[in-house]
């Protein structure tokens, strides 16, 4: 009887990843759904199934309802502060301990991956964990919850916004730069847990194989296909990357690292 990695993982995939010599992944919400937080887009439980983004997030939506905007973050900030990181964000954290180069880069702002050990992460949309101020962008490390909402920046007195970027608003420079980078020279490309509806992320896949990257497509709602170098699973995170992990390297099998 086939054993579940072999069952679950593609005739090829892990022999790609095993080889590979540069691995970038690009994650979505989905890899922390596992961990207990809402996706964006999936029926029902997504949170834009629930909010409309234009009235959360976008700079416009700040102008008109800073204190809505500013209380919305606040309850998905302390959603994320009480869970812990899955299967899944472990699996990422073994797969860069295992290849020479990796490069990790995340639409999320849940701060997961870092929790759970990976070291080479780029926030493409920033992080829910921090925030700015928004007239002019200074970093605030420590603000009062009470009192104004939302709090003031100590520096120049304009309102505090989460430091995650909104619809309208660039990603930040240097994590273009280093996504590019990455496109350029990895081999292996999984795009996991992310509907890839939003740009720029979601043209990476079709950049790294124009380049010649082998590609991995992991979530909900692909049709499984094998069409080296292109992969679809439709699959959760944090039972096919586990299982991606056992099948490159077998050998790690009961060795307790992914405990
Ligand atoms: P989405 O909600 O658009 O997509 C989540 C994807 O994860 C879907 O393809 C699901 O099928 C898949 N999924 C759900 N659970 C999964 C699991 N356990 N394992 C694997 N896959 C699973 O989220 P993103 O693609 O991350 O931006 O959304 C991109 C951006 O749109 C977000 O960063 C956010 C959002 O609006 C801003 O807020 C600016």
Known sequence: MPDL????????LAERLR???Y??????????????????RDPQSGLWANYR??????PAAFRANPRLVWEWYAWRRAAVAGVVPNAGHRALVEIEARVPHFLLLTQNVDGLHQAAGSHAVVELHGNIRRVKCFDRGHAV???????????????CGSPLRPAVVWFGESLPADALARAADAIARCDLFLALGTSLR???????????????????????????RVAPPLYQINGLAGTVLPALLEAAWPEMAGSGSRS
């Not at 691995?23 to 964006?40: C, D, K, M, Q, R």
């Not at 983004?53 to 976008?58: F, H, M, R, S, Y």
């Open 5 to 12: 990695e072999t069952t679950l993982i593609p005739p090829g």
């Open 19 to 21: 080889t590979a010599r």
């Open 23 to 40: 691995v970038a992944v690009l994650t979505g919400a989905g890899i922390s759904a596992e961990s207990g937080i809402p996706t964006f």
């Open 53 to 58: 983004p234009e009235d959360l997030a976008t």
């Open 141 to 155: 490390a420590t603000w009062a919850e009470a009192g104004d909402v939302p709090p003031l920046c100590p520096l």
């Open 198 to 224: 939003v740009e720029p992320a979601a043209s990476l896949p079709a950049d790294a194989l124009a380049r010649g990257a082998t590609v991995l497509i992991l979530n909900r709602e692909v049709a499984d």
